[in-house]
């Protein structure tokens, strides 16, 4: 077993820490790491939380971190920077929100910046939450941007994706044509001390009935944050859709449906930092690489990479 993987059985949170950092820069040891790590998982609740800038999900992850700890679980963050230059003040904004959490032994935060990691963004988040998962933490909370495919995939990997709103935000049909709409398994309407919660819900439901099939209501959480509200209702409503998920055949159905993709997207990987080493060594691929036709030059060098680079 790798050694940083040995001692994240002995929960040792430096390591975990380091084994996150690996993953992260791509690092030769990663897939050994990873399998390590999956041997010892130990089936977490995952969540994500997801939805638009500034909708509230970090406040929402400190209260749920609190609830949670009061029954005595342990939590781990996950919180994905978004690549949005706009977005630059978020990690030190989380960092204040979430600060009374950083001295407890029993919660874990971390924010993801991978930016050029070749696996990508939602590889590496994913790889994190499994590291935090062998680690032994209980609940295991993804917060993404939820705009892009990166946030989609992210999702992919978690039992329960909750998705925030917000009233007269207008963000919905947004969402909704980014298809986000369809992997949530439940929603959070915060900011629920301002107006338009009703028109928000109707909408919901609307769009419910013509994105989902009739048999599981998506259910619809509505929570103050800056009154600690609604939170119990969100952690039930978590809890439940988890239960069914394990009490149904539900959630491993979703686990083999995702499973021969990211079989595929670790070996697309693979494939793609051998022929990024290859190339990026070839004094000839660094001239002239303007004005030539760029689909015959991928052509031609995915070629000699299948002929010399292997
Ligand atoms: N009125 C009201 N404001 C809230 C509520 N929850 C959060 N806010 C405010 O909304 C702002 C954004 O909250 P965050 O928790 O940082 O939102 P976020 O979704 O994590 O934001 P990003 O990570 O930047 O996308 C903060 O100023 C919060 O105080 C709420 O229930 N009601
Ligand atoms: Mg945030």
Redesign the pocket.
Known sequence: MHQLVERIQEQDIRALARAITLVENDHEDKLQIMQDAYRIRKNGMYIGLT??????????VNRLISHIRKEGKTVAVIAVD?TSPF?GG?LL??RV?MNEHFIDDGVFIRSMATRGSLGGLARATKDALRLCDAFGFDVIIV?T?GVGQSELDIMKIVDTTAL?LTPNSGDVLQIFKAGIMEIADLFII?????PGVGKLRALLRELVHITKSAEHQTPIVK?????NQGIDTLWEKLQEHHDYLYRTTEGEKRREERHQLEVLELIRDEIWRDVYQFVQIQPEFNRKLVNSDPYKQAVDWYYKWKKEGR
Do not use: M
């Open positions: 939805g638009s800038p500034g909708a509230g999900k970090s406040s929402l978004p977005s978020a904004g989380d929100r917060e941007v925030v915060n900011k629920a001390d301002l929570t103050i944050t800056t009154e």
